[in-house]
Each structure stands twice: as C-alpha cells, then as structure tokens.
C-alpha cells in the first residue's frame, strides 16, 4: 500500500509538473503510470475518466472533488480493467468491427440518433468519436472475457435446478418475465427529510416529462444515478425473482409500455418502464423428422464442384434412385450418412440458418433443392412434423438462469480478486 501511495504521489506531482509545461509551451505530455503485464496505464488515461466522472456528475447537478483518494481508486480501476484486457489479448479474444457498430448503433438509438448523429454529439462535447469507439471496444471485451471466464465457473447441477424449482422462489421464476428499464434518483446512505423530499420532487418532475413524451434512454442518461445510466437505463429481461421485493408488487401485474413509479428504495426513488412483456403463455414449437444428405467443400473439391455433386444426386434421386442408399454413399455428415441421412427430430433453431429456412418450409416428403448453408450444400427431406410443448422446458431454462445470475456477481468478484493478485503491476513515479 505504501508503494501504491508513492506512485500516486509521483503520478500527482508528474501530472502538475504537465500541466505546468502544457500552459508554458502549449504542448501535452502523456506519461506512463503503470505498468500491467505487457500494457500500460497513462496518466492520460486516469484525467479522462476523472474528467468523465466530472461530467456525469455535473449532468445531474451535483458536484465531485476530485483528491488524490479519486485519483488512487480510479487508477486501481484502469489497473484491473488492464488486467482482464490483457488475459483476453492471451485467450485471442477480440471485438471485430461488426460487433463493435452494433454496440454504437444501440448506443445512438438510445440518444435516438444515428452513428453519425452520435459522432456528431461526441464531437460537440469536446471528445474524439474515435476515442470513444475504443472505449466501447475495450468495455464489450472486458465483458465478453468476464462472461468466458466467469460463467464457466458456475455449474448447476441438476438435484440444484429440481430443489429450487421446489422452493417459492423457484416457483416464482416461471412467472413472466419484463423487459425493463428504470431511472433512479439516488438517495445517500443516511438520508435527511429535505433530501428525501427533493429526491421524491425531481422523481416527480422525471415521471411528469416521460409522460408528456419526453424519450426515457435520454432522460435516463441525463439524470439517472444508476450504473445502466449511459446505456439509457437499460435492465434487459427480468423476471420478479431478480428484482428487490420492493419492485415485486407493483410490476407483478405490469402490462407492456407502461410506467412504474417513483417506487421508493433504500437507494433512492425508481422510475421503471416496462418495454415489453413474456412467459404468459404456453410455448409450443415444431419438430421436423428429417434427413439430408451433404456435399462439403475442401482443399480438393472446389464449392462450385461441390454443387455439381449434389445437383447430380438429385437427378439421381428424382430419377427413382433411394435416397437412404445415396446418403450412405455421398453424403459427407458420418453421423447422419451411416442412418441413410436419418436426422432424427430436431427442431430449426438447432440447425444453421440456411438449412432450417429450407426445412421449415419444405412440404412433406418433398426433396429440396440444392440448399446451401456454411457447412455445404444440402438435399433435405422432411417425412414428419409435430408440435411439441416445451413450456416446463423453457421454465428450467429460465430457473437455471436465475440461478447462473445469482451466482454470477460472487463469483465475479472472486475471480477479480485473483486476476488482481496474479497481474504483474508497476507504478511508475
């Protein structure tokens, strides 16, 4: 500890140093702080989220003092988020472009904008839209090797998920589920009567000018003091179990687009919309029993020829050859091909795109055309479908995931702890 207070010491008295050169010679001097692993921390790093953090607060109308215990907690933080960056470089884990658009275009929805609108809006506010791209790259790969990394420490067996679908709660985890978003005005920990009045007043005023229209994402980003705050205040699909009894009530019997609230808190008042609803209602799927027959590609056979073979076993097959005899003989699936192409039941969201949009809508005992899908091109068949009520299936998946969430946060902040403890570090003075 003596050494981390050393190194902020030196950061602090480098920063000012900068800042003194910056105004004298109109020039910016970045620096190394730490080091992690193979990265680094800069002390440009830590002004940006010290300066971000400023902002935040200054939106909502309160104020922060930016000292040198901010400075240590926000350096720790980049130090640990170095960490779990750092363990992605060595899994080969990254954020391709495609993703990382997606994640910008939810991002300019919720502003309800467009990704140039969001440039734009970054830009106005002082910030490189470039910048601020990473920034999202970096925070989609923290979560993706947390998620990696984390969920796979988590097992529920079986006689668990049996014994908590016994149990109330688990009983009341079939209950429906809501997609929800909340604003929440917070409260501190002790708090006076005025500040619970003006906390309960601002609620108010929120609710009165989301009523009148006014877009929940923007109002949420601008006022909300919880940690959904920028992603427009975003909770996603819910159900009552995971939410503080205090929500259970109000919300049991919420229909879709509806506003709940103020609903007052131990931290605060809340303001939730409920943006869709589901569960109410028995699921039923189709089940298709089906065979194919699969021609792939290699280094050998080109996609071209590929799909000269399978054309070729058509006419084969419309010309009266057997299909299971075909299958045996052609097809490049060895589990399916030993049964004469024989699939079995399955149902189209276990198959790939390409495949299960030709199966689905092929008519019974029909051959399809050559279909092609990432695997290779296909001959399916469909020889039976029947409907399938999957409701208490749906009710395990949904109660094992309640029980992989519950888990999840005490198994993430054990996994932190040892990502903290196992990264090389090194401030620098």
Do not use: C
Request: net charge positive; glycine share 6%; aromatic share 4%.
């Amino acid at each position: 500890m003596t050494s981390l207070k050393l190194g902020f010491k030196f950061a602090l008295s480098g920063l000012i140093f900068s800042g003194l050169i910056e105004t004298i010679d109109a020039r910016v001097i970045d620096k190394i702080i730490a080091v992690v692993d193979s990265g680094v921390v800069l002390a440009s790093d830590v002004e940006t989220h010290l300066q971000d953090l400023k902002t935040r607060a200054e939106a909502r109308g309160n104020t922060i003092d930016i000292n040198a215990n901010l400075r240590e907690q926000v350096l720790e933080r980049l130090i640990l988020e170095q960490a779990q960056i750092e363990i992605a470089k060595r899994q080969g884990l990254e954020i391709d472009d495609a993703r990382l658009n997606e994640s910008l275009l939810q991002a300019a929805k919720s502003r309800e904008t467009d990704i140039l609108g969001l440039k734009n809006i970054i830009e106005s506010e002082g910030k490189s839209f470039k910048a601020f791209r990473e920034q999202i790259r970096r925070g989609l790969l923290i979560d993706a090797i947390r998620d990696r990394e984390v969920r796979r420490r988590i097992r529920i067996s079986k006689s668990e998920l049996e014994r908590f679908l016994k149990t109330t709660g688990g009983q009341i985890s079939t209950a429906p589920e809501l997609l929800l978003s909340q604003i929440v005005v917070g409260l501190p920990n002790i708090p006076s009567s005025e500040a619970i009045n003006q906390a309960e007043k601002k609620a108010l005023q929120i609710r009165d000018a989301l009523l009148k229209g006014a877009p929940f994402a923007q109002m949420a980003i601008r006022y909300s003091d919880a940690p959904e705050a920028r992603q427009g205040g975003q909770l996603g699909w819910r159900s009552t179990l995971e939410l503080n009894p205090i929500f259970a009530k109000p919300l049991l019997e919420a229909t879709k687009n509806t506003l709940i609230g103020p609903v007052r808190s131990p931290g605060g008042f809340h303001l939730i919309a409920v943006r869709d609803r589901r569960g109410d209602q028995a699921v039923v799927i189709t089940e298709y029993k089906a065979r194919h027959i699969l021609i792939k590609p290699d280094t050998i056979r080109s996609p071209a020829r590929a799909k000269e073979i399978a054309t070729n076993v058509l006419r084969e097959i419309e010309g009266g050859s057997d299909f299971a005899a075909l299958a045996r003989r052609f097809s490049n699936d060895p589990l399916s091909a030993a049964k004469g192409g024989d699939l079995g039941w399955v149902r189209a969201d276990q198959l790939v795109p390409g495949f299960a949009n030709v199966m689905t809508n092929l008519p019974l005992n029909k051959i399809s055309d050559v279909s092609h899908s990432r695997f290779g091109f296909h001959l399916i068949e469909v020889l039976e479908t029947r409907e399938l009520d999957i409701s208490e299936e749906q009710m395990k998946n949904r109660a094992r995931r309640i029980l992989i969430e519950r888990k999840f946060s005490q198994e993430l902040e054990t996994w932190l702890r040892q990502v903290r403890a196992d990264a090389f570090v090194e401030l620098k003075p």
